[in-house]
């Protein structure tokens, strides 16, 4: 079992940045691969980013490519998405996500994962 809370959401002008973080408790957090997806008002759940348990291997999704970065911190338990040159489109609730995984693989697809944080709120002004 992984609980996962999300933090660092706020109000950001556009090509600001923002920081955020996914908490994990629960003992297989090293062993699991991770994904950050995102939700805006009445649009269905994106794909963002994703890393596999050794951070060895990351992904993104193509809309945020080259401005987001993915890591992790395994003795924090803890996952990070740090969001470079912010544009109004990215405004959404994140959310992270684990599976157990203890390949190289990274997972796209939202039904992969067994678990999801509760999501906070990114607003991009223009």
């Known amino acids: 079992q992984v609980q996962l809370v999300e933090s660092g959401g706020g109000l950001v002008q556009a090509g600001g940045s923002l920081r955020l973080s996914c908490a994990a408790s629960?003992?297989?957090?090293?062993?699991?691969?991770m994904g950050w997806f995102r939700q805006a008002p009445g649009k269905e759940r994106e794909f963002v980013a994703a890393i596999n348990w050794s951070g060895a291997t990351t992904y993104y999704g193509d809309s945020v490519k080259g401005r987001f970065t993915i890591s992790r911190d395994n003795a924090k338990n803890t996952v990070y998405l740090q969001m470079n040159s912010l544009k109004p489109e990215d405004t959404a609730v994140y959310y992270c996500a684990a599976v157990y995984d203890y390949t190289s693989n990274t997972r796209v697809a939202s039904y992969h994962y067994d678990y999801w944080g509760q999501g906070t709120q990114v607003t991009v002004s223009s």
């Open positions: 629960g003992r297989t957090f090293s062993r699991c691969a």
